[in-house]
């Protein structure tokens, strides 16, 4: 008896550290085998449950001002003076721009690459700011540039309001000049919580003269949504770059300017690390193609963090002239080929209302409102963000979700499914403990996401908030978390790198590009003797590519056939074929067939990858 | 609690009264909260409040960041606390409190409590890190530090806190209705 309640007590010790995420050094597997057999345990957990809930729920403090009072108390003497014995402004400079100032990074015109600690700073901050954008309105000028021969320029005035976390309107006016054959593509985008709808732009081929045809349907609506389902496109970027500036690789500092009156500090990425901004105000795409390396400079105001400015440049080199070619598009290497700015200020407002009208077409998403459950059991740890709606989908799953500004999260729980064979290759098996979760970073597409398998049932966590939070909120759900399988079986086994290394029958590459790291090894069987291993990376928080980048590696002498033009490209003593349209480099290599799919059609990368695997 | 970018903490360490000035203005409620919990009184949790930011203000060009700010932040808020009971004839009590010998006021596990008061008839020793990890989503590294104490330690007292608040609440903890 006396031993039994010492298990207990421990198990009981174990489950209060669980909810708290605290998971590192539990054995979960013993957790679980004593709940199972233990009542009083498995009541305790759900007392556990109740009290954090209770807590979170408790009454608000009414929260004294006491910053008057404790400023009056400091010493007398106004600012103390700086070591060296010089001073620095701090009237009109907010404090990101003092701090790159006192941190050393370049003025504009400068190329020196980005000071890692600003440019984390400057990350910190936009992320911070997220929670306490309440409402945000604005209006932008966009100029574009050689869409087509017939017409060089255009102009569109974008008109931005959101009142967090999902009200949302996107109006765009179309101010080009007139040309025969070009219908103004105009588009107009509401949204709420429960429905949006949107009125369509027409579509148009940039040839000479422009063929334009009014879309149809013309308008679309959808209604009975579920919380933050990506059916309708929230312009969270052009509010707060949350996914432009997930993270400091491939950011660079450009220093500060004043733009409009207000100082501005700047930073330039490249255009598939912008793609979540330039996305926020083209949702329709409308604009002419961009190649992914060409590089977007991002003017922020350095209180607000709010963009006031971006500006896309062509970038060099004969790989982006190829593309250019193919794309039919004229641009000089370093013109500046989108320019969208603020006019007017930005303000606080929420979008305006309007009758509702019918679309042309019509969906449901089938969502039911059924409120919180007091008795339901979700994550523990929800970042400190407040519940927001929760309902039932037409497929039976429960979905409750949470927000604070325009940070939020979605919890979706379901029956136990396989897991589908892309989410199995594209997702990241971690490892807690006896805890297995798979997490994908956030794309163009679908925002950060984290499954987590039950005996019974799965979650899946979706969120903007950054990786290292979002898995820190699955491991407080009371779900385990076993090991997932793919649906197609055994034909497709997770494998690892080091396993890879000890058998040294494929070669691993010793360069990646900045911020990529590896996201699963994985043996694919093919017909006959066929078995190609696969290797991902991914970027952590926010990859451009639904992919990432791919190396597949397979026992073959010659390379597949294609029906493209090939281009041939000198790697090392090995003649690879550079493919533009799927982005792939491949070669032969001692009997390896080699290929290398990057998402960026970023040949230099491919070729530096593969000279990493010769 | 979010940190505050290396420049408007290297700033205010140089004097810098706008950013000091941001600084209390940001954490200022977190702190009262915090000494709130500590202290169980309105007032004083305003006194410890000005105390911790005079300290900070004092010490500023000393922190060299080897913790996060908001661990040195609310070590010196806990500090201060612990002062201000002393300070305020209540030291009896708190040594009775770490001692774990419970005051007038003990837990009738016959009564129903709001959690608020629940919360506030633990002891200081185990009501502390139940505090920063549940309402400031602190780590138990974090709380750890802060209290200098072993992970282990903290671990084991978020737990006794919690079985506590359990058995003193019921099967059923009354949630109170918070704020929209």
């Not at chain 1, 007590?9 to 209060?16: E, H, K, N, T």
């Not at chain 1, 054995?27 to 009083?40: R, W």
């Not at chain 1, 594209?426 to 597409?445: I, K, M, W």
């Not at chain 2, 300290?55 to 996060?68: A, E, M, N, Q, W």
Request: proline share 7%; glycine share 8%; net charge neutral.
């Amino acid at each position: 008896m006396r031993i039994e309640r010492d298990v207990c007590g421990s198990v009981r010790m174990d489950l209060s550290a669980r909810i708290d995420g605290e998971s590192a050094f539990l054995d979960d597997s013993a957790i679980e085998a004593h709940l199972a057999s233990c009542g009083a345990c498995r009541s305790f957990e759900g007392s556990l449950h109740k009290l954090r809930r209770a807590m979170r729920i408790r009454e608000a403090d009414v929260v004294p001002d006491l910053t008057d009072r404790i400023l009056a108390a400091l010493p007398p003497g106004g600012e103390r003076p700086i070591p060296l014995g010089t001073h620095f402004r701090t009237a009109g400079l907010a404090a990101a721009a003092s701090f790159i100032l006192l941190w050393g990074a370049t003025w504009i015109g400068g190329q020196r690459p980005a000071d890692s600690a600003s440019a984390a700073a400057i990350v910190g901050q936009v992320r911070g700011a997220a929670r306490s954008v309440s409402s945000y309105t604005a209006t932008f000028e966009i100029v574009e540039r050689n869409w087509s021969a017939a017409l060089p320029m255009r102009r569109f005035v974008a008109s931005v309001a959101l009142s967090a976390p999902e009200n949302f309107h996107l109006r765009v006016e179309d101010v080009s000049p007139s040309v025969a054959g070009y219908i103004r593509q105009e588009y107009d985008l509401r949204a709420g919580p429960r429905r949006w709808r949107a009125r369509l732009p027409a579509i148009c081929a940039p040839a000479a003269p422009p063929r334009c045809r009014p879309s149809s349907p013309s308008s679309l609506s959808r209604n009975g949504r579920q919380p933050f389902d990506g059916t309708a496109f929230v312009p969270t970027d052009v509010v707060l770059p949350l996914e432009t500036l997930s993270s400091t690789s491939d950011l660079r500092l450009l220093g500060t300017r004043t733009i409009g009156g207000r100082e501005a500090v700047g930073v330039r990425v490249s255009l598939g690390t912008a793609t979540p901004l330039l996305h926020s105000l083209d949702p329709f795409g409308i604009w002419r193609p961009f190649h992914p390396q060409d590089e977007v400079d991002l003017w922020l105001d350095p209180e607000s963090w709010f963009p006031l400015r971006f500006e896309v440049r062509a970038a060099r080199g004969p790989e982006r002239e190829l593309w250019a070619a193919r794309a039919g598009v004229v641009d000089r290497p370093g013109e500046m080929i989108l320019k969208a700015a603020v006019v007017g200020g930005i303000g606080e407002g929420v979008p305006g209302q309007q009758p509702p009208r019918r679309a042309d077409a019509s969906t449901s998403g089938g969502f039911r409102e059924e409120g919180f459950d007091s008795l339901e059991q979700g994550p523990a740890y929800v970042a400190r963000l407040e519940p927001y709606r929760a309902g039932s989908t037409s497929t039976g799953d429960r979905v409750v979700t949470y927000s604070s500004g325009l940070a939020w999260l979605k919890v979706t729980r379901s029956r136990l499914q396989p897991m589908g064979v892309d989410d199995f290759l594209q997702s990241e098996e971690l490892r807690v403990g006896s805890r297995f979760l798979y997490y994908r970073p956030a794309t163009v597409d679908r925002p950060r996401q984290v499954d987590v398998y039950g005996d019974r049932s799965q979650l899946r966590f979706e969120s903007n908030l950054p990786r290292e939070q979002l898995v820190r909120i699955a491991l407080s759900s009371p779900v385990h978390g076993t090991r997932a399988r793919p649906a197609r079986g055994g034909a497709v086994r997770r494998t690892t790198l080091n396993r890879l290394q000890e058998q040294g029958i494929v070669k691993i590459p010793g360069w990646m590009p900045d911020g990529y790291g590896s996201s699963g090894a994985f043996i694919v069987d093919g017909p006959g003797p066929r078995a190609s291993v696969v290797l991902r990376y991914r970027r952590a928080e926010f990859d451009s590519s639904t992919a990432g980048i791919v190396i597949t590696q397979s026992f073959q002498d010659v390379l597949p056939p294609t029906s493209e033009e090939p281009v041939v490209v000198p790697v090392g003593e090995v003649l690879a074929r550079w493919s533009l349209e799927r982005g792939e480099l491949a070669f032969v290599d001692d009997g390896i067939y080699v290929s290398i799919m990057v998402p960026s059609f970023d040949l230099a990368a491919a070729t530096a990858i593969a000279r990493g695997l010769l | 609690m979010r940190e505050p970018d290396p420049g408007e903490i290297d700033a205010a360490a140089r004097g810098d009264r706008g950013a000091f000035e941001r600084l209390v203005r940001r954490y200022q409620p977190e702190v009262w909260r915090l000494a709130l919990h500590i202290v169980r009184d309105g007032r004083l949790a305003e006194d410890v409040a000005q105390e911790a930011f005079l300290r900070v203000y004092r010490f500023l060009p000393r922190f060299k960041g080897d913790s996060t700010f908001s661990t040195w932040l609310y070590s010196i808020t806990r500090n201060c606390a612990i002062d201000v009971l002393k300070r305020s004839g209540r030291q009896a009590e708190i040594v009775d409190r770490l001692r774990n010998r419970p005051g007038p006021s003990a837990i009738d596990p016959g009564v129903r409590m709001d959690i608020k008061e629940a919360i506030w008839e633990l002891t200081l020793e185990l009501r502390e890190p139940l505090v920063l990890i549940d309402m400031f989503e602190m780590t138990y590294g974090e709380v750890a530090r802060i209290l200098g104490v072993p992970v282990g330690t903290v671990k084991s007292r978020v737990f006794r806190a919690r079985n506590r608040l359990i058995d003193a609440l019921g099967s059923e903890p009354r949630e109170v209705q918070g704020e929209d």
